[in-house]
């Protein structure tokens, strides 16, 4: 079983439609919560930056952990086709050196 | 803020040459440097850490001796892809983080490096 399970898609929405993103992870541990979006044949780039549990919202965006499930999401509201994209959670322990553990990333399109 | 830089964006080498790669963090100076490789359609492997001024710590199946890292300051690490193979061609993406607020890492924009 990996450390962090993201569903890897595709998954298709019309524009305008709200999307919603997830990932499970199985090590209690883990502290630091992060959503990055990557666009094809780019870096990574940071969305959102959580700790502990609860909700953030930056925009049209909304991170929300649940770290009694191990659970965490990505809400993106009113999507647009520029936010077609791989959106990889990634997540780390306290304390630790910064390693990230990295789901596999969810592709998304949004179709206008 | 928070940019990183990495150099070059694309590179093409012969099987058996060796390839340098810079990432620069440009407004911020970054204790710890990461470089990963990411093949397509799968997610970040982290090859090694790097803290300025020591030896860079390498992820199990990683070979040290084949992908020299140099964390040279606080701005710039370098990772050598020595004896290139075509095994070797992949995306490689560094990144840097400022340290302090929980390993927050801001990231390269990647170089695809192809070796024939």
């Known amino acids: 079983q990996k450390e962090v399970e993201q569903d890897p898609g595709p998954l298709s929405v019309p524009e305008g439609a709200i999307v919603s993103l997830n990932c499970t992870y199985s090590?209690?541990?883990?502290?630091?919560f992060m959503w990055y979006r990557q666009y094809s044949r780019k870096g990574p780039e940071l969305l959102m930056y959580?700790?502990?549990?609860g909700n953030k919202e930056d925009g049209r965006f909304t991170a929300q952990v649940d770290k009694s499930s191990k659970y965490i999401s990505l809400f993106i509201r009113d999507s647009q086709p520029s936010d077609s994209a791989t959106y990889l959670c990634?997540?780390?322990?306290?304390?630790?050196?910064?390693?990230?553990?990295f789901g596999q990333g969810t592709t998304l399109q949004v179709k206008p | 803020g928070a940019v990183v830089s990495q150099h070059p964006s694309r590179v093409i080498c012969k099987s058996g040459t060796s390839v340098k790669i810079e990432c620069r963090s440009l407004?911020?100076?970054?204790?710890?440097m990461f470089w990963y490789r990411q093949f397509p359609k799968q997610s970040l492997m982290l090859m090694a850490t790097?803290?300025?001024?020591?030896?860079?710590?390498?992820e199990q199946g990683v070979e040290k001796d084949k992908f020299l890292i140099n964390h040279a300051s606080l701005t710039l690490s370098t990772l050598t892809v020595t004896s290139a193979h075509p095994e070797d061609s992949s995306f490689y993406i560094c990144?840097?983080?400022?340290?302090?607020?929980?390993?927050?890492?801001?990231f390269g924009p990647g170089t695809r490096l192809t070796v024939l």
């Open positions: 407004d911020f100076q970054a204790t710890t």
């Open positions: 990144s840097a983080s400022p340290g302090g607020r929980g390993n927050e890492q801001f």
């Open positions: 790097s803290n300025e001024g020591s030896k860079a710590t390498y």
């Open positions: 090590n209690s541990a883990f502290q630091y």
């Open positions: 990634a997540m780390s322990v306290s304390g630790n050196t910064g390693k990230l553990i």
């Open positions: 959580t700790y502990s549990s």
